[in-house]
Antibody, heavy 124, light 113 residues
Framework: QASLVQSGPAVVNPGASVKVSCKAS????????ISWVRQAPGQGLEWMGW????????KYIQKFQGRVTMTTDTSTTTAYMELRTLRSDDTAVYYC?????????????????WGQGTMVTVSS | DIVLTQSPASLAVSLGERATINCKSS????????????LAWYQQKPGQPPKLLIN???TRESGVPDRFSGSGSGTDFTLTISSLQAEDVAVYYC?????????FGQGTRVEIK
C-alpha cells in the first residue's frame, strides 16, 4: 500500500535551516507530485507548495518565496523540503502529501496519502 | 488567491444526530472541461495527519463510512455526517485543488453534545 514516511522531529535555532525528508513507497513515485503542508500548534492547515516528481517543477506560496526549496530524488523516491532563516513562528508540524503531477488527467488531485508529520521547533 | 470560508467554526452534536459543515469558495472550483468540482474534505484527529474523506465534492474515499456525504457545486459545498458517532470527533477541513495555491478552509471542530 502507498505510504509516505517523514524524518524525525527537529529543534533548530532561530536563523538556521531545516530539511525535512519524505520517503515514498508502494506506488510509482514519478507519477504523482508532492505537496507540503504545515500546521502551527493549535492552528489550521497551511499549504506551502508543490513539486513535480516528473520534472522538478515547483510552485511555492508567496510568503515562502526565497526561503523554501523543495526537491526530489527519484533514485530513492524521496522528497525534501528545506526552509531557511527560521523564526519562532515557523514552529509547526510539517506534512508531505501525495498530489497531482503532469501526465495525470484533470490538472489537480486531492491529497490522498499523507506523511505522519515532522515537528519542527524553532527555539534558542 | 482563492479563499475558502467554513462555517461554523465549531459545533456540538448529540450522538446519532446530524452534523452539517459548510464551505464557501471565493471563486468557482468547477473545471469546465470535465464539469468536476475540485473540492475535498479532510478529517483530522488529534496527533494525526489529515485523512482524505471526500474528493470531487461528493466522492467518498474507499473505506469511509457512508454516514459521511458531500454535496454542492461551484462555490458552495457541504459535508454532512448523518448520524454522529463518537469516533467522528475531529476537525474537518475543506480544500480546493483547482487553483494554486491549494487553499484550505480554516477548519470546523466537531464535538459531542
Amino acid at each position: 500500500q502507498a505510504s509516505l514516511v517523514q524524518s524525525g522531529p527537529a529543534v533548530v535555532n532561530p536563523g538556521a535551516s531545516v530539511k525535512v525528508s519524505c520517503k515514498a513507497s508502494g506506488y510509482t513515485f514519478n507519477s504523482y507530485g508532492i505537496s507540503w503542508v504545515r500546521q502551527a500548534p493549535g492552528q489550521g492547515l497551511e499549504w506551502m507548495g508543490w513539486i513535480s516528481t516528473y520534472n522538478g517543477h515547483t510552485k511555492y506560496i508567496q510568503k515562502f518565496q526565497g526561503r523554501v526549496t523543495m526537491t526530489t530524488d527519484t533514485s530513492t523516491t524521496t522528497a525534501y523540503m528545506e526552509l531557511r532563516t527560521l523564526r519562532s513562528d515557523d514552529t509547526a508540524v510539517y506534512y508531505c502529501a501525495r498530489d497531482w503531477d503532469y501526465g495525470r488527467a484533470g490538472g489537480g488531485d486531492a491529497l490522498d496519502i499523507w506523511g505522519q508529520g515532522t515537528m519542527v521547533t524553532v527555539s534558542s | 488567491d482563492i479563499v475558502l470560508t467554513q462555517s461554523p467554526a465549531s459545533l456540538a452534536v448529540s450522538l446519532g444526530e446530524r452534523a452539517t459543515i459548510n464551505c464557501k469558495s471565493s471563486q468557482s472550483v468547477v473545471y469546465g472541461s470535465n464539469n468536476k468540482n475540485y473540492l475535498a474534505w479532510y478529517q483530522q484527529k488529534p496527533g494525526q495527519p489529515p485523512k482524505l474523506l471526500i474528493n470531487w465534492a461528493s466522492t467518498r474515499e474507499s473505506g469511509v463510512p457512508d454516514r459521511f456525504s458531500g454535496s454542492g457545486s461551484g462555490t458552495d459545498f457541504t459535508l454532512t455526517i448523518s448520524s454522529l458517532q463518537a469516533e467522528d470527533v475531529a476537525v474537518y477541513y475543506c480544500q480546493q485543488y483547482y487553483y494554486t495555491p491549494r487553499a484550505f478552509g480554516q477548519g470546523t471542530r466537531v464535538e459531542i453534545k
